[in-house]
């Protein structure tokens, strides 16, 4: 008899591509925001934690998005 596999969450697929550097990642939020994210970005909790334009530190709640967009760089 197969198992049946487990089904992954939002969550755990959103960290499997958040630490594939070669991604472009777009995230859009409830209020209709697009954010593309750093390639330095990572996840903690259920915050996302990236850098905007280099410098300012951003911190995303995994809550507030409604879509995602990837793209091969």
């Known amino acids: 008899m197969k198992?049946?596999?487990?089904k992954k969450t939002f969550k755990?697929?959103?960290?499997?591509?958040?630490?594939?550097k070669g991604l472009d990642i777009i995230i859009q939020l409830e209020n209709g925001?697009?954010?593309q994210l750093d390639k330095n970005r990572q996840l903690i909790d259920d915050m996302i934690i990236t850098?905007?334009?280099?410098?300012?530190?951003?911190?995303?709640p995994i809550s507030k998005i409604t879509?995602?967009?990837?793209?091969?760089a």
């Open 12 to 20: 755990e697929m959103l960290e499997m591509y958040l630490q594939i």
């Open 51 to 60: 850098t905007i334009n280099g410098k300012k530190e951003k911190k995303i």
């Open 33 to 35: 925001i697009e954010i």
């Open 67 to 72: 879509a995602v967009d990837l793209y091969a």
């Open 3 to 6: 198992k049946a596999k487990k």
